[in-house]
C-alpha cells in the first residue's frame, strides 16, 4: 500500500516508518519538526531513517537514502493547501496519523498549540482523505480521554466524557470527528488510545526520559501526588506491532450495535475506538527504582501534590484489540527499562 503516516520525526512514528517499509509499504512520512521538545532528537531520529538534516526544506519531499520506498516531506498539518495536494497528487491508500501537539501539562501553558495542531490539524487530514479517496484513516487518541473516569481497567466501552486537560479534550474531540466523517460520507476509521509509550528514541517530556535527564545532571526528579502514582507502561515495539496491524487492516461497522444502548467505541458505520496499552499496570516508584539499577544512578527525589490535568492510574483493557487485531503486548517493563538504558547512555556518551 501508499501511506501517509504523519509525525515521522516524532517517536512512535519514527518506529513505525521503519515496520510499515519493511513490510514491504511505500511511505510518505510529515512532520512540522516543531520544539516542543529540542529538535536535535527529532532530527537524529530522521537521519537514523535517511533523512539527513540538510536535505529537508519545507514543502519538499526528501527520498530516504536508506529505506527503499520512504520520503519526508517537512510540513504543518495547519497548512491545508499544501497538505491535501500532496494528498491529491500521492493518491494514498492509508493514512495514519500520529502528528499532535502532544503533552497533558503543557496544554495549560499553550492552549492554542493544541487547537492549531490537533483539531484545525486533524480536519485538514479528515477532509483530505473525503476528498482523495483514502480507504481507511487510523489516528492516535489519548488514554488521557478518561479524565476523571476511576473504574479499572479503562475500557472503550466506558464513556471518557470527563477530560481534565485540553490535550484530551482535544483527542476526545479528534474521536467524535471521525465518527462524524465515518457517517457522513462512509470514511473507515479507525482510534487508538495510547498508554504511556516507552522505550529507546523516547519523547523527553516523558516520565523515563524526563527521570533519567534529571539524574545524568544531578537534578532532582518532581514526583507528583506523593509517589502514588501508576501507569500502563507499554514498551514501543509492542506499540508498533499494534498500530501496524491496525493499518494493513480494514475497519467495518459493528452489526451488533445497538442505537438504543449505543457503545461509545463503535458504531453502524465503519468507526472504531481501541485501546493500545500493556494492560498491567506498575507503581511509579517501581519504576524509578528499576531505572536507578539499570542507568546505574541514585535519582534525588522531590515529593510534591498532584498536578492539574494529572490522573493517579492509567490501566488499559485490550481484550478488543486482542480479539479483532491478534494483538500481544510481550515486553515486561523490566527488559524495556534495560534497552532504554543501553540506547540513552550510548546516545550521551555515558
Not at 536508506?66 to 500532496?86: A, I
Not at 483527542?171 to 465518527?179: G, R, Y
Not at 507499554?234 to 442505537?259: A, F, L, M
Request: glycine fraction near 8%; aromatic fraction near 12%.
Amino acid at each position: 500500500m501508499k501511506i501517509l503516516l504523519t509525525g515521522t520525526a516524532g517517536f512512535i512514528g519514527f518506529y513505525t516508518v521503519k515496520k510499515l517499509i519493511a513490510s514491504g509499504h511505500e511511505v510518505v512520512g510529515i512532520d512540522s519538526i516543531n520544539d516542543y521538545y529540542q529538535v536535535s532528537l527529532k532530527y537524529d531520529r530522521l537521519a537514523q531513517d535517511g533523512i539527513p538534516e540538510e536535505n529537508i526544506e519545507y514543502g519538499k519531499p526528501v527520498k530516504s537514502e536508506t529505506l527503499k520506498g520512504y520520503s519526508f516531506v517537512r510540513m504543518n498539518l495547519e497548512d491545508r493547501e499544501n497538505l491535501h495536494k500532496l494528498m491529491q497528487d500521492q493518491k494514498f491508500d492509508k493514512v495514519c496519523n500520529l502528528a499532535a501537539q502532544a503533552g497533558v501539562r503543557y496544554s495549560i501553558e499553550n492552549p492554542y498549540a493544541y487547537i492549531d495542531s490537533n483539531i484545525v490539524g486533524f480536519i485538514n487530514i479528515l477532509e483530505g482523505c473525503r476528498h482523495f479517496g483514502v480507504k481507511h484513516l487510523i489516528y492516535a487518541s489519548s488514554s488521557s480521554v478518561y479524565g476523571k473516569n476511576t473504574a479499572q481497567p479503562f475500557s472503550t466501552h466506558h464513556g471518557a466524557d470527563h477530560p481534565v486537560s485540553l490535550y484530551a479534550a482535544t483527542k476526545k474531540a479528534n474521536e467524535l470527528m471521525a465518527h462524524t466523517y465515518s457517517h457522513l460520507y462512509n470514511l473507515p476509521a479507525t482510534g487508538l488510545r495510547f498508554f504511556t509509550v516507552y522505550g529507546p528514541w523516547g519523547r523527553p517530556d516523558m516520565a523515563m526520559y524526563k527521570f533519567a535527564e534529571l539524574m545524568r545532571t544531578g537534578k532532582p526528579i518532581d514526583i507528583y501526588n506523593f509517589g502514588d502514582m501508576e501507569r500502563d507502561f507499554t514498551y514501543i515495539d509492542d506499540i508498533v506491532e499494534g498500530v501496524c496491524k491496525v493499518i494493513c487492516s480494514d475497519q467495518k461497522p459493528n452489526p451488533e450495535w445497538d442505537s438504543n444502548n449505543p457503545s461509545p467505541d463503535s458504531s453502524d458505520v465503519p468507526y472504531k475506538v481501541y485501546n493500545i496499552g500493556n494492560n498491567n499496570p506498575v507503581k511509579l516508584m517501581d519504576m524509578i527504582e528499576m531505572l536507578e539499577k539499570a542507568l546505574g544512578m541514585t535519582a534525588q527525589k522531590n515529593m510534591m501534590p498532584m498536578q492539574p490535568g494529572d490522573v493517579h492510574k492509567t490501566y488499559a483493557d485490550v481484550d478488543d484489540l486482542i480479539r479483532d487485531h491478534g494483538y500481544s503486548p510481550k515486553t515486561p517493563l523490566s527488559d524495556g527499562i534495560e534497552r532504554f538504558a543501553l540506547w540513552y547512555k550510548g546516545y550521551y556518551g555515558l
